[in-house]
């Protein structure tokens, strides 16, 4: 199509949806964007921050620095980077996505996490998201992990690989367990077959999500990727669970 008619079929789609924000439906200029308001009143993630943790230090100690947390209890990822905090609409947009599978936020939230994320995203052999089990991929009729992978892929030109990182069906459940034994729970549900291995041997992956909570799926994801001969594992989500001092 040339240059011309696809301005004009873009002109007359504009004509028919007109851009609005999807979290308030105002009018705004531009596709997969918030409005100025609904923008301003994101909690974005920005540093300073924790470099392995990526959670906010409440003072700017001034350069990279750990966090005491980082530094008594180091994740298996190498770097965890978020586009928001997970609240107000950034948990909004979260469920929409989950529930509405609606692939202009998508858009917007993967734009997001590029921001977030530059360095780990150009460090990055290959996107993985982090999988469903196929009860819940039918229930929630696709991985919104996926969808985020995806779009990062078609922005950044990183390649994706939904299947490398396979959720077993049946795991035991959570309830009633220790810290140490839920770990382990987790760890179990989590695999990469041995005819995926190659595409991982040797390969810095980012491992990306929409929510990250208190991290124990990040840390059984990356260490079952380490484990399958990944050099290093990086996490790249869109909000992150953020605890009051
Ligand atoms: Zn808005």
Not at 122 to 139: C, E, F, K, Q, T
Not at 200 to 210: A, H
């Amino acid at each position: 199509m040339s240059d011309n008619l696809s301005r004009q079929r873009q002109l007359l789609l504009d004509l028919l949806y007109p851009p609005a924000c999807p979290l308030c439906m105002t009018a705004v200029a531009d596709h997969h964007a918030l409005c100025a308001r609904c923008w301003s009143e994101l909690a974005l993630l920005e540093r300073p921050f924790c470099e392995r943790l990526g959670l906010p230090f409440a003072v700017d100690l001034g350069g990279p620095i750990l966090s005491a947390e980082a530094m008594a209890n180091p994740p298996v990822f190498q770097r965890a980077r978020a586009a928001a905090r997970y609240e107000g609409g950034a948990r909004t947009l979260t469920h929409r996505l989950k529930y509405g599978d609606r692939l202009e936020i998508a858009r917007l939230m993967a734009r997001m996490m590029m921001r977030a994320g530059p360095d780990i995203l150009s460090d990055a052999d290959m996107i993985v998201p982090v999988p469903l089990h196929y009860g819940r991929l039918w229930m929630r009729r696709f991985n919104q992990a996926g969808t985020l992978s995806a779009e990062l892929s078609r922005l950044t030109g990183v390649p994706w690989q939904p299947q490398v990182l396979e959720r077993r069906r049946y795991t035991r459940s959570q309830v009633g367990l220790s810290r140490s034994k839920r770990a382990s729970n987790l760890q179990a549900a989590f695999h990469v077959s041995q005819q995926r291995r190659p595409f991982v041997e040797g390969r810095r992956i980012l491992l990306v999500d929409d929510v990250m909570t208190t991290g124990a799926t990040a840390n059984a994801c990356a260490r079952t990727l380490l484990v399958a001969g990944a050099v290093n594992v990086d996490v790249l989500v869109f909000a992150r669970v953020v605890m009051a001092d």
